[in-house]
């Protein structure tokens, strides 16, 4: 099984500033298939990329993916109040698919 | 529209039974592989297993092989998650998940709102 391994635990961040998430693999991970999930307190996760680099159907462009191999890191450029929230990785490239253990974003 | 309709929560006891569903609408619920989630009382997210509604064929996390069973019936358009013998470390939110199918991009695209699963005696 794939482990996915994300830091940091806890980023905190003002607003405007650029928040760089990273996720690293245990083992290659086949095609880049490797998704990125925004979720809030009381919420269900919401797809943000997919594929490492495509994002989801109405994700603003702030949002971007990058990263091949073992490295994929998630990047917001200009953090907007809504953004603070927990990040997920996971990959769906073998199975068992797997999750990484989630990046929060905070207020700083 | 996409939507996934999970039922409500459950309050249940330690050795009890339990089956939690998934109603898919606003597309052919046939053609797409259906996801289960686990997230734990402040914790992150765990892939269960998956199941394709058109035949049933399902795979399951080896975590959780033998631990539940997931099914669909394809004529309601529902997916299910069920225990034969509910344990307090299965006190979780369960989430459902479609799988887009789309080009073998196959990240969870849609999701349920979430069935919260208590276990205590």
């Known amino acids: 099984e794939i482990v996915l391994t994300q830091s940091p635990g806890t980023l905190s961040l003002s607003p405007g500033e650029r928040a760089t998430l990273s996720c690293r693999a245990s083992?290659?991970?086949?095609?880049?298939?490797v998704a990125w999930y925004q979720q809030k307190p009381g919420q269900a996760p919401r797809p943000l990329i997919y594929?490492?680099?495509k994002r989801a159907t109405g994700i603003p462009d702030r949002f971007s993916g990058s990263g091949s191999g073992t490295d994929f890191t998630l990047t917001i450029t200009r953090l907007e109040p809504e953004d603070f929230a927990v990040y997920y990785c996971?990959?769906?490239?073998?199975?068992?698919?797997?999750f990484g253990h989630g990046t929060t974003v905070e207020i700083k | 529209e996409v939507q996934l309709e999970q039922s409500g929560a459950e309050v249940k006891k330690p050795g009890e039974s339990l089956k939690i569903s998934c109603k898919a609408s606003?597309?052919?619920?046939?053609?797409?592989?259906i996801a289960w989630v686990r997230q734990m009382p402040g914790k992150g997210l765990e892939w269960m297993g998956i199941?394709?509604?058109?035949?049933?064929?399902?795979k399951y996390s080896p975590s959780f092989q033998g631990q539940v069973t997931i099914s669909a019936d394809k004529s309601i358009s529902t997916a299910y998650l069920q225990w034969s013998s509910l344990k307090a470390s299965d006190t979780a939110m369960y989430y459902c998940?479609?799988?887009?199918?789309?080009?073998?991009?196959?990240?969870?695209?849609?999701w349920g709102q979430g069935t919260l699963v208590t276990v205590s005696s």
């Open positions: 996971q990959q769906y490239g073998s199975s068992p698919w797997t």
């Open positions: 083992q290659t991970v086949t095609d880049r298939h």
């Open positions: 199941i394709y509604p058109g035949d049933s064929d399902t």
């Open positions: 594929d490492a680099s």
């Open positions: 998940a479609r799988r887009n199918d789309v080009w073998g991009s196959f990240y969870l695209d849609y």
């Open positions: 606003g597309y052919s619920f046939s053609t797409n592989w």
